[in-house]
T-cell receptor
Framework: NAGVTQTPKFRILKIGQSMTLQCTQD?????MYWYRQDPGMGLKLIYY???????DKGEVPNGYNVSRSTTEDFPLRLELAAPSQTSVYFC???????????FGSGTRLTVV | GENVEQHPSTLSVQEGDSAVIKCTYS??????FPWYKQELGKRPQLIID?????GEKKDQRIAVTLNKTAKHFSLHITETQPEDSAVYFC?????????????FGTGTRLLVSP
């Protein structure tokens, strides 16, 4: 049982480049989330999903897109990278509507 | 929407002392309050949580208290140890129509000195 797995762990992008952050979980959790964590700040919700085929925006969705074709996978897409997207990105999942999250190990993204 | 404020931003204690971190929330309908510990360079991990029908919950050296009237909740760590050094995040959420999203505080960096 690997929990929540994120790849890559580190990435440097140039302005305007695109990339996909991968997230997969093997706990059969319906609920999945993407957060970003800026230095000295808390976690801000980017997008979330309540099940395969269903996604919705969080607090800071601009510049990102997601999809949820399977229960296990919830990739986050950056289409035109900007320096403001330099951050640490965490994927998380939860079993039910009221409960704690299991986080992935994070992706440290730098846009230069 | 929900807003969570957390204090202090930094807390330094001596080993063996107690540490208290406080959070306030804005949405009176919030009903779930977890605490996460994040060690340097690692993922946040759930350490304790409390629901709105309970005023206090303990787990060994850590406890969380909730005051619904005042809309604040606190994390208490007793007999602190160097391995308690980390950033601690509080969060709050309420159940919307079928879904609940956590809103996080900005974190408290706890440093426990031997």
């Amino acid at each position: 049982n690997a929990g929540v797995t994120q790849t890559p762990k580190f990435r440097i992008l140039k302005i305007g480049q695109s990339m996909t952050l991968q997230c997969t979980q093997d706990m059969n959790h319906n609920y999945m989330y993407w957060y970003r964590q800026d230095p000295g700040m808390g976690l801000k919700l980017i997008y979330y999903s309540v099940g395969a085929g269903i996604t919705d925006k969080g607090e800071v969705p601009n510049g990102y897109n997601v999809s949820r074709s399977t229960t296990e996978d919830f990739p986050l897409r950056l289409e035109l990278a900007a320096p403001s997207q330099t951050s640490v990105y965490f994927c998380a999942s939860s079993y039910d509507r009221v409960g704690g999250y299991t986080f992935g190990s994070g992706t440290r993204l730098t846009v230069v | 929407g929900e807003n969570v404020e957390q204090h202090p931003s930094t807390l330094s204690v001596q080993e063996g002392d107690s540490a208290v971190i406080k959070c306030t929330y804005s949405d009176s309908a919030s009903n779930y309050f977890p605490w996460y510990k994040q060690e340097l360079g690692k993922r946040p991990q759930l350490i304790i949580d409390i629901r709105s029908n309970v005023g206090e919950k303990k787990d060994q050296r850590i406890a969380v208290t909730l005051n619904k009237t005042a809309k604040h909740f606190s994390l208490h760590i007793t007999e602190t140890q160097p391995e308690d050094s980390a950033v601690y995040f509080c969060a709050a959420s309420r159940k919307n129509t079928g879904f609940q999203k956590l809103v996080f505080g900005t974190g408290t960096r706890l440093l426990v000195s031997p």
